[in-house]
């Protein structure tokens, strides 16, 4: 019997991307959820602005939150501008964030999110992994296997 392939989300403007989690991080599963914003927010997402390079997703009293992106204040905003760096409520069904935090307290496993995209009907997304930290040596064989696949490229461009 053939495996199930893995869901794939319809990304349809990827804003910002967290490449080096894949680096960091062994993905177990993945999970799209909504980010609560407010216009402002949404405005500097659009412009292509954003970061979730160093941000991570918890969960706190029953909800998921994204900890610590940076969403840079839009450049026409008034005095109703938002802040930079504050938590953002991210909207999942109660059953996700309640297979989330039993793997987050049970296995020791992280909330890593993988990238911040416009779907196809316009809505902010994140897309979360629950994710197990590499050690260096793992680290290093990655490295290895990823050489070994780009050498391996080139030697079958060359003879081929």
Same mark, same amino acid.
């Given at each position: 019997m053939a495996r199930p392939k893995p869901t794939t989300f319809d990304k349809h403007k990827i804003v910002a991307e967290n490449r080096r989690a894949r680096f960091d991080y062994f993905i177990e599963e993945t999970f799209e959820a909504g980010i609560a914003l407010t216009g402002t927010e949404v405005k500097s997402l659009r412009f292509g602005q954003g970061s979730i390079a160093e941000s991570y997703a918890e969960v706190k009293g029953g909800q998921a939150w994204l900890v610590n992106s940076n969403v840079p204040e839009f450049s026409h905003g008034n005095r109703f501008n938002?802040? &930079?760096?504050? &938590?953002?409520?991210?909207?999942?069904?109660?059953?996700?964030?309640?297979?989330?935090?039993?793997?987050?307290?049970?296995?020791?496993?992280?909330?890593? &999110?993988?990238?911040?995209?416009?779907?196809?009907?316009?809505r902010a997304k994140v897309e979360l992994a629950l994710a197990k930290g590499k050690q260096a040596h793992d680290k290093r064989s990655t490295i290895k296997d990823r050489d070994w696949q780009r050498d391996k490229a080139r030697i079958m461009r060359e003879k081929g």
């Open positions: 938002h802040e &930079p760096k504050r &938590p953002r409520k991210l909207l999942l069904h109660e059953r996700e964030i309640n297979r989330m935090h039993g793997a987050v307290e049970r296995k020791g496993m992280t909330l890593v &999110p993988l990238s911040v995209y416009f779907n196809a009907k316009g």
